[in-house]
């Protein structure tokens, strides 16, 4: 996956989580702040190593 990609999937998941807070549906929203979290994480440590 390339790196455009791979923001387009991390600001989708982060503005998606933004939106379940604002409905109020708080666990939906806290999982999708999570996996955006770590998966940026994941993204960056792997950009580190090569």
């Known amino acids: ?3 455009f990609n791979k ?3 991390i ?3 982060f503005i998606i989580g933004v ?3 604002l409905s109020g549906q708080f666990i939906v929203s806290t999982v999708l702040f999570g ?3 770590i998966y940026s994480n994941i993204v960056i440590r792997a ?3 090569s």
């Open 1 to 3: 996956m390339s790196d």
């Open 7 to 9: 923001d387009i999937v």
């Open 11 to 13: 600001g989708l998941l």
């Open 19 to 21: 939106w379940s807070f």
């Open 35 to 37: 996996s955006a979290a």
């Open 47 to 49: 950009k580190l190593k």
